[in-house]
């Protein structure tokens, strides 16, 4: 089986602009979960979607948004960037049960200039 | 908060030394428990779960963790490092009642010196 994806995987922009990632998740697998990594604050949860519904959402502003759709592929959206969103952008897959192991993707390194 | 903490930011060892990595969580309900592991310029990776069962589990690449309720720990070790397991690990939760939520630990650095 493929693993996740993830498109872009670098991506530079600049301040007060938006920006969209895509996630693929491992075929057959229904929940998608975001992350963001920095060095200072680590691995933080961001969101999780389950069929088409959001889950689970992290402490991040509104900023910051997702959705998922019907093949479970899922894209997050930043608008209004902030120089502190320069992160690495994770996502993960799982299956149809809750709380079962997550898979990652490669991640988007976020630049913002 | 639930929290995760790992005791050690950065290990160095020699190759064919003992490893053991902490990890402590602060929740008193259900968890499952991870650990993950990130080789330079690669993504994340599974390295070993714990989700019922025997509190001894054995992962990939000879790595083991031991779940201690009592102690709310989920410690990593490995007998004998080899170079190849310079990485980052993180010791990650599940909680109950938080659906696919991960809560990580900042992470350990370690460096295996041949």
């Known amino acids: 089986k493929a693993g996740v994806t993830q498109t872009p995987r670098y991506l530079i922009k600049t301040r007060g602009q938006q920006v969209t990632l895509s996630c693929s998740p491992i075929?057959?697998?229904?929940?998608v979960s975001w992350y963001q990594q920095t060095p200072g604050q680590g691995l933080q949860f961001l969101f999780e979607y389950f069929s088409e519904t959001q889950r689970n959402k992290g402490n991040f502003p509104g900023r910051f948004s997702g959705r998922q759709f019907s093949n479970s592929r899922s894209e997050m959206n930043v608008s209004t960037l902030e120089l502190g969103d320069s992160a690495l952008y994770l996502c993960?897959?799982?299956?149809?049960?809750?709380?079962?192991?997550?898979?990652f993707g490669p991640g988007t390194r976020l630049l913002v200039l | 908060a639930q929290s995760v903490s790992q005791h050690n930011h950065h290990v160095i060892l020699s190759e064919a030394a003992s490893l053991e990595l902490g990890c402590n969580y602060s929740y008193g309900g259900t968890v499952n428990l991870f650990w993950y592991v990130q080789y330079p310029g690669q993504h994340l990776q599974l390295l070993l779960k714990y989700f019922s069962g025997d509190p001894l589990v054995k992962g990939i690449k000879g790595f083991e963790a031991e779940f201690i309720k009592s102690k709310f720990s989920f410690n990593l070790r490995k007998p004998s490092v080899q170079w190849s397991d310079t990485a980052e690990y993180f010791c990650a939760v599940n909680a109950e009642n938080q659906g696919g939520k991960l809560i990580f630990g900042q992470g350990t650095e370690l460096s295996v010196k041949p």
């Open positions: 993960a897959s799982s299956g149809t049960i809750p709380r079962e192991t997550q898979y």
């Open positions: 075929s057959g697998h229904r929940s």
